[in-house]
């Protein structure tokens, strides 16, 4: 019974919590006159003892007293004695691991969002260094358009920008005090629960005491947060492994954030990539796992909950290494502009911009110039030969309309990135005016603001 009942293996974990929750409830009881002063200051310094043996390693952690609220509760009343049992009074282990556990989601949120935070300013510097660095645009990984290296930068930090907007979302949320809820109908001593939720720094008590003790909705949006950015750091990490292969080389990672091959002297492998790439399968599997817990339990707490916190504790450990992981291989890594520049031009990458110049200084239907390409493309591959070294009458005769040389000035991948100047488009000076934006908003927020 003790093996599959305990959890104190794992939820010590939230002895910090659990401890200054209790510390917050001793005062409600002793500030409404339901403990007297004396018993809640003992109780209030007890704890701190309690905490103080934890933080020193010394805490006697015990698997038969079941778990972190028992465990800190009977050394509690070893330290202080009689006064200890007076602590529990208006709640119960149900709203107390509701609450402890929201607190340690909360703030591996404001630790997860900082990480992003870094991560995104990491982007925001290999933006600015390469914002005008020619690279090849995929659709299919198969070069599509040549677009701007900040470019490609500024579509992560818009990705990571959405993960920390949604764990702030998520957070916010969560943000109401199951304390006081008790066991599941509340209870009938005059608690004040708007006193302990303002200490523990919530928002508000939470309204519904079943939902209270029952709600694990906090977990899974944290979860759903956690998923939906391991899926992003995941593309980024096979963009990494890609990049830094033999076949494309756009990038060099450094020293640090690569790793040698035990046989063969020459490699540098891209490792952290893909345990980054890798961790998204058992967060997405910790997302699963709790969503199946949840499911189908009926109101209000099962122990079955008790089966959240592994699953959350690994999932915030996994995702807060392959952030930190991810920013320092951003980082440290270097492209390399002539090599990116060298296979944007490979490939026809500019058809497109021949058949916009074909409708915008020949009136021609999209349509028909997006013909007419095709076929000088296939004429400039079976010559081995670029767009731009087409004779004009050949060009001429497929148009079926008087060309000039002008026409050469949008073949070259410069002219074709330069003339994006779209809103959101890869031109570098758009691209210029977007890492401005994002790095005002950032200090905005670092001045008191609220994060993008
Ligand atoms: N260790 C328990 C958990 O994590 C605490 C709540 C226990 N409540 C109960 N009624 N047995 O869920």
């Known amino acids: 019974m003790e093996a599959i009942n305990a959890s104190i293996a794992f939820d010590r974990r939230l002895a910090h919590q659990d401890i200054e929750a209790s510390r917050a409830h001793a005062a409600m009881l002793a500030a409404c006159g339901i403990i007297n002063s004396t018993d809640g200051t003992a109780i209030r310094e007890g704890l701190l003892t309690v905490l103080s043996e934890i933080e020193a390693g010394t805490f ?14 009977t050394r509690l009343s070893d330290i202080i004695g009689e006064a200890a049992g007076r602590l529990h009074t208006a709640r119960s282990r149900n709203d107390q691991v509701a609450t402890d556990f929201r607190m340690w989601t909360r703030e591996r949120i404001d630790e997860l969002s900082d990480g992003l935070r870094q991560l995104i300013v990491a982007f925001l510097d290999q933006a600015e260094a390469g914002s005008g660095w020619i690279m090849p645009g995929f659709t299919h990984l198969q070069a599509a358009q040549p677009v701007t290296w900040g470019h490609h930068m500024m579509a992560y930090v818009e990705m990571f920008a959405r993960d920390r907007s949604r ?82 080389r756009f990038i060099t990672l450094s020293d640090r954030f690569s ?28 997302l699963m796992g709790l969503l199946t817990v949840m499911k189908g339990l009926p109101l209000a707490y099962s122990k079955d909950m008790q089966e959240d916190k592994e699953l959350l504790f690994d999932a915030a450990d996994s995702l807060a290494l392959a952030i930190a992981a991810m920013t320092g291989m951003v980082a440290d890594m270097t492209a390399d502009p002539v090599r990116m520049r060298t296979l944007a031009a490979d490939g026809f990458p500019t058809a497109t911009d021949l058949a916009d110049w074909l409708v915008r200084e020949r009136g021609m239907a999209f349509r028909d110039a ?57 031109a570098p000076e758009t691209v210029r005016n977007q890492i401005a934006q994002w790095r005002q908003c950032l200090q905005a927020e670092m001045s008191g603001g609220t994060a993008p």
């Not at 079941?66 to 509760?73: F, I, K, L, R, T």
């Open 370 to 426: 997006h013909h007419a390409t095709g076929r000088l493309v296939r004429l400039a591959e079976s010559r081995g030969c670029e767009l731009a070294d087409i004779p004009l009458e050949d060009m001429q005769d497929i148009c079926g309309m008087p060309i000039g040389d002008s026409v050469r000035s949008v073949l070259t991948v410069e002219a074709s990135v330069s003339s994006r100047t779209s809103y959101g488009g890869t």
């Open 60 to 73: 006697p952690f015990s698997a038969a007293l079941e778990d972190v609220h028992m465990n800190v509760e």
């Open 259 to 286: 790793t040698g091959s035990s046989i063969m002297p020459q490699k540098r492998n891209p490792d952290a990539a893909e345990l980054i790439r890798a961790k998204t399968g058992r967060i997405n599997g910790s």
């Open 167 to 248: 764990a702030l979302d998520a957070r916010r949320r969560m943000n109401e005090c199951p304390l006081g809820a008790a066991a599941l109908a509340g209870t009938s001593f005059p608690i004040d629960r708007e006193m302990t939720a303002e200490t523990l720094g919530f928002d508000r008590p939470s309204a519904n005491s079943l939902d209270a003790v029952s709600d694990r909705d906090f977990a899974l949006d944290f979860l759903s947060f956690a998923a939906i950015t391991a899926m992003h750091l995941s593309r980024l990490a096979e963009e990494v492994v890609v990049w830094a292969s033999p076949g494309f």
